[in-house]
C-alpha cells in the first residue's frame, strides 16, 4: 500500500510555471506506475500525464503536451510535475495516483489517490 501527499500548487499569472510534488510513503514507491490527474469545478476528473516505475515511458494530455513534465525520483519516493506556459483552463485540483498495474489514462487505473492540491491561473 501506498500513501500520496501532493504539494505545490497556488496561484499564478497566465504563462507563469508551478511544480508540483507528489510524496510517497511505503516502501514500494519503485514499483507503482505514477500519473496526474485533474479537476476543475464542474467538470470530470481528467488525465494529465503518466509516468511508468523506472521514468523511462511518459504520456501526456494533448492539452498539456509540450508545457507539462511528469518525473520522479524513486530514491526520493516523489513525484513531479513541472507545468510551464500555464492557462486560465488548467485551473483545476490536480492529484496524483499511484497504479499498481500499468500507466493508464483512464482514472480506474490506477489504485491509490492524493487528497488534491488547487492551482489557479489568472488571466
Known amino acids: 500500500q501506498v500513501q500520496l501527499v501532493e504539494s505545490g500548487g497556488g496561484l499564478v499569472q497566465a504563462g507563469g510555471s508551478l511544480r508540483l510534488s507528489c510524496a510517497a510513503s511505503?516502501?514500494?514507491?519503485?514499483?507503482?506506475?505514477m500519473g496526474w490527474f485533474r479537476q476543475a469545478p464542474g467538470k470530470e476528473r481528467e488525465f494529465v500525464a503518466a509516468i511508468n516505475w523506472s521514468g523511462i515511458r511518459t504520456t501526456y494530455a494533448d492539452s498539456v503536451k509540450g508545457r507539462f513534465t511528469i518525473s520522479r525520483d524513486n530514491a526520493k519516493k516523489t513525484l513531479y510535475l513541472q507545468m510551464n506556459s500555464l492557462k486560465p483552463e488548467d485551473t483545476a485540483v490536480y492529484y496524483c495516483a499511484a497504479s499498481a498495474h500499468a500507466m493508464g489514462v483512464i482514472a480506474p487505473s490506477y489504485d491509490y489517490w492524493g487528497q488534491g492540491t488547487q492551482v489557479t491561473v489568472s488571466s
Open positions: 511505503g516502501r514500494t514507491f519503485s514499483s507503482y506506475a
